[in-house]
């Protein structure tokens, strides 16, 4: 059936480093690729998206890479800060969306 | 008309009850979104609709599970004979209905079943 594997499942890292987060997807149907951003007791926030017909997008500190023949694709955040602490998703959509376990990012001061 | 509103945000009942959560998307949106999020894991797909009909439901969706759409605005999720293991944030969305499909999220109804 339709699934997303996410990885890692945790990720610590130094303020101002880069964090990444990888998906992989298994229904070739999957035609739009959204990351959402879940703060603890809060709704998924998004904070990125990718559609199948684009390898790259990139917005401030933030990217998404899709490389559909794989079926793939990873977040990119640069220059990390606390404020960016959370639980991220990422999730593949055919209709309804698919998501992937989450990874928790964890910035150190 | 700020976003997608879930009432009520916490329930708290006992094994064997029924319960009733509302959503309110956000205006214009046709399609609207049922997922189930438990603790340290994403949030699955439960069931949704477009406009007042309802297009696809989960396996995960038991037959003590029913959704409704009456009018294709708000949506009400009912969960008859409750069990501990339906203790979860039910989080609803909803979308203009494009095939980018972006959904967004309301708050969640997070239910306790003791």
């Known amino acids: 059936g339709e699934n997303v594997e996410q990885h890692p499942s945790t990720l610590s890292v130094q303020e101002g480093d880069s964090a990444v987060i990888k998906c992989t997807y298994s229904d070739s149907a999957s035609n739009y690729f959204p990351w959402y951003k879940q703060e603890l007791g809060k709704r998924p926030q998004l904070i990125i998206d990718?559609?199948?017909?684009?390898g790259e997008k990139k917005d401030q500190r933030i990217a998404v890479t899709l490389n559909k023949t794989a079926k793939h694709f990873s977040l990119h955040i640069t220059e990390t800060q606390p404020e960016d602490s959370a639980v991220y998703f990422c999730a593949s959509n055919t209709g309804k969306l698919i998501f992937g376990q989450g990874t928790t990012l964890q910035v150190k001061p | 008309d700020t976003g997608v509103s879930q009432n009520p945000r916490h329930k708290i009942t006992k094994r064997g009850q029924n319960v009733t959560f509302r959503c309110d998307p956000i205006?214009?949106?046709?399609?609207l979104y049922w997922y189930r999020q438990t603790l340290g894991q994403g949030p699955e797909f439960l069931t949704y609709f477009q406009n007042e009909a309802q297009l696809e439901k989960s396996r995960l969706l038991s037959d003590r599970f029913s959704a409704e759409r009456p009018k294709g605005s708000f949506s009400t999720l009912e969960i008859q004979r409750t069990e501990q293991g339906d203790s979860a944030m039910y989080l609803c969305a909803s979308s203009l209905g494009t095939d980018v499909n972006i959904q967004y999220f309301g708050a969640g109804t997070r239910l306790s079943v003791l």
């Open positions: 990718i559609r199948s017909n684009v």
């Open positions: 205006s214009e949106h046709n399609r």
